[in-house]
């Protein structure tokens, strides 16, 4: 099964853009549709970014996504100690008929 | 507004069963492709099992490919995951979720926690 990639942590300060990465580690890459999420420990994740770059309605435009050949990108502009959280990334492997989650990324509002 | 309730998590034996619903409602069911993922505690989300809006196409990820069944129930709107062999590393919390156009996640219950423990 394909792996996706993320650095465990990151942090900024309030105002701050912040940039979390996602490495895909298949050839194919390039051709998934990349989600974002973000999640609070203990209640239900939330959807920021679909299909690389698409923002889902309700979802502020500060978060914004981008993809470039074997890595896809979560940026977070305008940061806010409420985005203080842990964000992860996910594509359809379609040889494995499965989604792949990365291991996420606790971002810190310092 | 979507609104995803999952209910049937509690503590059960190794080796044992467990059946996971999840009731839909402010949605078009019938045309929305499902999936549960988890969160071992202290961990990060794993997609679980996903099934097409038709029950034609059943997903599952390899670590509960041959224990865990997903099903659905179109009239009520209901989704299911029948678990049985259930292992310690099965302990999590798992969350239906909705797929929009072929993308996962886009609507999610709250959870409901399962614990294998003897």
């Known amino acids: 099964q394909s792996v996706l990639t993320q650095p465990p942590s990151a942090s900024g300060t309030p105002g701050q853009k912040v940039t979390i990465s996602c490495s895909g580690s298949s050839s194919d890459f390039g051709s998934r549709r990349v989600n974002w999420f973000q999640h609070l420990p203990g209640t239900a994740p939330k959807l920021l970014i679909y299909s690389d770059y698409q923002r889902p309605s309700g979802v502020p435009d500060r978060f914004s996504g981008s993809k470039s050949g074997a890595s896809a990108s979560l940026a977070i502009s305008g940061l806010q100690s409420e985005d203080e959280a842990d964000y992860y990334c996910a594509a359809w492997d379609g040889r494995f008929h499965a989604w792949v989650f990365g291991g996420g990324t606790k971002l810190t509002v310092l | 507004e979507v609104e995803l309730l999952e209910s049937g998590g509690t503590l059960v034996q190794p080796g044992g069963s467990l059946r996971l619903s999840c009731a839909a409602s402010?949605?078009?069911?019938?045309?929305?492709?499902m999936c549960w993922v988890r969160q071992v505690p202290g961990k990060g989300l794993e997609w679980v099992s996903g099934?097409?809006?038709?029950?034609?196409?059943?997903f599952y990820a390899e670590s509960v490919k041959g224990r865990f069944a997903i099903s659905r129930d179109n009239f009520n709107n209901m989704l299911y995951l029948q678990m049985s062999r259930l292992r310690a590393d099965d302990t999590a919390i798992y969350y239906c979720?909705?797929?929009?156009?072929?993308?996962?996640?886009?609507?999610w219950g709250q959870g409901t926690l399962v614990t294998v423990s003897s």
């Open positions: 979720a909705a797929y929009v156009d072929g993308s996962m996640g886009h609507y």
């Open positions: 402010g949605l078009t069911f019938s045309n929305s492709a």
């Open positions: 099934i097409s809006d038709s029950s034609i196409y059943t």
